[in-house]
């Protein structure tokens, strides 16, 4: 659904809720501590920064995405 959508305030809402419940659902040994959404309208694109921690270890790491 939000490929096509134009880039607003609530479509970055919006990518971060299905990115909370994804990893709440499917990766339960994981918490995250930050969504970043940065939305690039020049380029019709969203980078996102998740940091997260690993339950289990305490390790700490950070995911970038670019959605062109």
């Known amino acids: 659904r939000s490929l096509f959508e134009q880039i607003t305030e609530d479509l970055v809402e919006s990518i971060t809720n299905k990115i909370t419940t994804a990893v709440s659902i499917f990766l339960p ?9 940065t ?10 920064v998740v ?3 690993i339950n289990i270890s305490g390790t700490a790491d950070q ?3 670019e959605f062109i």
């Open 63 to 65: 995911i970038t995405v």
């Open 51 to 53: 940091d997260y921690v």
């Open 39 to 48: 939305p690039q309208p020049d380029q019709n694109s969203v980078d996102v």
């Open 29 to 37: 040994e994981i918490t995250i501590v930050s969504i970043v959404v």
